[in-house]
């Protein structure tokens, strides 16, 4: 189709896709927010052109998770909870940051130590363990309830664009305690668990 100009509309018909030269529209051609995010492809503009004002360290998305069921345990190996948050991440550049608010108990009797663990796993992939507990004295016949609400970071690096991911909270018991607890007791918060995902 020819071209055909329209001197009193100022538009030019006929024009093909990708018919104009390449280096004839220039920034000042584009008009302010003229390009939204409708237009553009998901990962279409790498991290290094980026503008300044898009400066590395902006949250992309932030997804949480939170369970109130009851767990106990007498096993020293990491037990399973419901405790997990997923996450399918946008950017190639990005890490996501992990904020875990377990709501954790340990059980003692005859003065033992009272010691328990928690596990953060991306998928099956151990990332950190945490403790807590209480050093009982070593009274006979004493039997204590310790409860408590840990709280930990983790920033996960190992990360690719496009992946979903699931992170979850373990728990399990230390020593010769008798029993580690995961949500003790209902109506006290739960426990949390939130993705952050970076922009690196």
Not at 23 to 44: F, K, V
Not at 64 to 74: I, L, V
Request: aromatic fraction near 8%.
């Amino acid at each position: 189709m020819a071209l055909v100009l329209n001197g009193s509309a100022n538009t030019i018909g006929g024009l093909a896709v990708g018919g104009v030269p390449d280096g004839t529209i220039d920034a000042g051609a584009i008009a302010t927010n003229a390009i939204t995010a409708s237009e553009l492809a998901a990962n279409a503009v790498e991290t290094g052109h980026l503008h300044s004002g898009l400066a590395l360290g902006k949250i992309v998305q932030i997804v949480q998770g939170q369970t109130n069921t009851q767990y106990t345990t007498t096993s020293s190996s990491f037990q399973d909870t419901d405790c997990t948050v997923a996450i399918t991440t946008n950017s190639s550049a990005s890490k996501v940051l992990i904020l875990g608010n377990p709501f954790v108990g340990i059980r003692s009797e005859n003065g033992v130590d009272a010691y328990g663990r928690i596990e953060l796993l991306r998928d099956t992939t151990q990332l950190r363990v945490g403790f807590y507990g209480h050093w009982m004295g070593n009274t006979s016949g004493l039997t204590t309830n310790h409860y408590h609400s840990p709280s930990f970071t983790y920033l996960d690096a190992g990360v690719s664009t496009g992946t979903s991911y699931t992170y979850k909270i373990k728990y399990c018991l230390t020593s010769s305690s008798a029993q580690a607890q995961f949500n003790p007791h209902s109506g006290h918060g739960g426990s949390h668990i939130t993705a952050i995902e970076i922009l690196t």
